[in-house]
């Protein structure tokens, strides 16, 4: 089961657009790696990224180690709001 995180804070400048509650910031695959690794890097050593857009989610997977052991997360990142949804630790 994957784990919950909270939403990094972005620039005024990142912003697009502001709609009732909903913040819209339209990232793309350099801002997904970004807040994936910026999740990621409080507990693991981060090795490799890649990104890929899944309708309106970026599928990032990383390659991590932790204490001498290699894992592969995968972290799912909402593309309007730089949300991160999950992440998943797959082998």
Same mark, same amino acid.
């Given at each position: 089961?994957?784990?919950? *995180?909270? @939403?990094?804070?972005?620039? *005024?400048? %990142?912003? #697009? &657009?502001? #709609?009732?509650?909903?913040? +819209?910031?339209?990232? #793309? $695959?350099?801002? $997904?790696? $970004?807040? %994936? !690794?910026?999740?990621?890097?409080? +507990? &693991?050593?981060? &090795?490799?990224?890649? %990104?890929? =857009?899944?309708?309106?989610?970026?599928?990032? !997977?990383?390659?991590?180690? =932790?204490?001498?052991?290699? &894992?592969?997360?995968?972290?799912?990142?909402? $593309?309007? @709001?730089?949300?991160?949804?999950? +992440?998943? !630790?797959? #082998?």
């Amino acid at each position: 089961m994957g784990k919950r *995180a909270s @939403t990094p804070e972005f620039s *005024a400048n %990142a912003v #697009d &657009h502001v #709609d009732g509650n909903i913040l +819209y910031v339209n990232i #793309d $695959a350099d801002g $997904a790696k $970004a807040i %994936a !690794t910026r999740f990621l890097e409080q +507990y &693991h050593v981060i &090795h490799r990224l890649d %990104a890929v =857009l899944e309708g309106k989610i970026w599928i990032v !997977t990383v390659q991590v180690s =932790l204490f001498n052991k290699n &894992h592969v997360k995968k972290v799912r990142v909402e $593309a309007n @709001t730089g949300r991160i949804l999950d +992440y998943k !630790t797959s #082998d």
